[in-house]
Nanobody
Framework: QVQLVESGGGLVQPGGSLRLSCAASGSIFSFNTMAWYRQVPGKEREWVATASSGGSTNYADSVKGRFTISRDNVKNVVHLQMKSLKPEDTAVYYC?????????WGQGTQVTVSS
């Protein structure tokens, strides 16, 4: 089965940086897209960034210029470099990987931005 294992979350002060990582394993050789989402209690899950298999990237307006998504297609690993973090970035961050017929989610990792 496919599993997504996330790491890198934690507590950081405003203006600080964190690097999230997500490693995919299982029977899937590659994914069409890998992405990051985030969610806070009481709100819908929000798309943050996407990296295609061809290397294209897209970002939500709220994180443009601050976050960078990158992926290794061979290792099926995706990273999210988060800089200039703001309190409103506080959320549970989820890794997402999409194949032709299925979509997979990680367990989520907490990111808290606070003084």
């Amino acid at each position: 089965q496919v599993q997504l294992v996330e790491s890198g979350g934690g507590l950081v002060q405003p203006g600080g940086s964190l690097r999230l990582s997500c490693a995919a394993s299982g029977s899937i050789f590659s994914f069409n897209t890998m992405a990051w989402y985030r969610q806070v209690p009481g709100k819908e899950r929000e798309w943050v960034a996407t990296a295609s298999s061809g290397g294209s990237t897209n970002y939500a307006d709220s994180v443009k210029g601050r976050f960078t998504i990158s992926r290794d297609n061979v290792k099926n690993v995706v990273h999210l470099q988060m800089k200039s973090l703001k309190p409103e970035d506080t959320a549970v961050y989820y890794c997402n990987a999409a194949a032709v017929l299925h979509q997979y989610w990680g367990q989520g990792t907490q990111v808290t931005v606070s003084s």
